[in-house]
């Protein structure tokens, strides 16, 4: 069975690090587009970050860029979201999901295979 977990998320002071972690089992990751979503309360899901099969591509939507950078490692079936520099605004629910092929947006309708997230809290 295909199954996505998230873990590491927490609550942090703002300018604090955080890494998430989103491990796939069921299904090797080395043939999947891997993306970072968030969603806050009252708020869509939005887009946060997505990197191609190989991981030599990657998408950062503007409002983290130069904060986060997603990784992959494919020996450990893992991708990565380390996120710096984080702000009150970055509070949400962190989701990872996963759909076959070279690579894909940050439009969560292009991904079928999502986690059950995890909660990121940014506050003093």
């Known amino acids: 069975q295909l199954q996505l977990v998230e873990s590491g998320g927490g609550l942090v002071q703002p300018g604090g690090s955080l890494r998430l972690s989103c491990v796939a089992s069921?299904?090797?990751?080395?043939?999947?587009?891997i993306g970072w979503f968030r969603q806050a309360p009252g708020k869509e899901r939005e887009g946060v970050s997505s990197?191609?099969?190989?991981?030599?591509?990657?998408n950062y939507a503007d409002s983290v860029k130069g904060r986060f950078t997603i990784s992959r490692d494919n020996a450990k079936n893992t991708v990565y979201l380390q996120m710096n520099s984080l702000k009150p605004e970055d509070t949400a629910v962190y989701y990872c999901?996963?759909?076959?092929?070279?690579?894909?947006?940050?439009?969560?309708?292009?991904?079928?295979?999502w986690g059950q997230g995890t909660q990121v809290t940014v506050s003093s």
């Open positions: 990197i191609s099969s190989s991981g030599g591509h990657t």
């Open positions: 069921g299904f090797t990751l080395d043939y999947y587009a």
């Open positions: 999901a996963a759909e076959p092929g070279y690579i894909r947006s940050l439009a969560p309708e292009e991904y079928d295979y």
